[in-house]
């Protein structure tokens, strides 16, 4: 499975972004996927993953800002970010996971999101 990133970018505070993740290679037993997020100096985090049949997860951090999406016909997941603060600011990774073992199986390359005050 590989997973390639993109969307991140510099914004400013308030502002709104879309990261995109496409999905390739033998992706058929994936049960869900995930956002993830390292900032500076700081271990990378859980951000929002949804399972297979539809289910969200949000860490409280971003519930209300932040949506997660998938398009399976395209294999593609996507995070789309409203409100953005200062402290979103980190390398964004995707993940694709089996089962419910969330957070373990396959990450993208990372796509950098900056928010500027």
């Known amino acids: 499975v590989q997973l390639q990133a993109s969307g991140g970018g510099l914004v400013q505070a308030g502002g709104s972004l879309r990261l995109s993740c496409a999905a390739s290679g033998s992706i058929f037993s994936i049960n869900g996927w995930g956002w993830y997020r390292q900032a500076p100096g700081k271990q990378r985090e859980f951000v929002a993953h949804?399972?297979?049949?539809?289910?969200?997860n949000y860490a409280d951090s971003v519930k209300g800002r932040f949506t997660i999406s998938r398009d399976n016909a395209n294999n593609m997941v996507y995070l789309q970010m409203n409100s953005l603060k200062p402290e979103d600011t980190a390398v964004y990774y995707c993940?694709?996971?089996?089962?419910?073992?969330?957070?373990?199986?396959?990450w993208g390359q990372g796509t950098q999101v900056t928010v500027s005050s």
């Open positions: 949804i399972i297979s049949y539809g289910s969200t």
């Open positions: 993940n694709a996971f089996y089962g419910l073992a969330y957070g373990t199986g396959y």
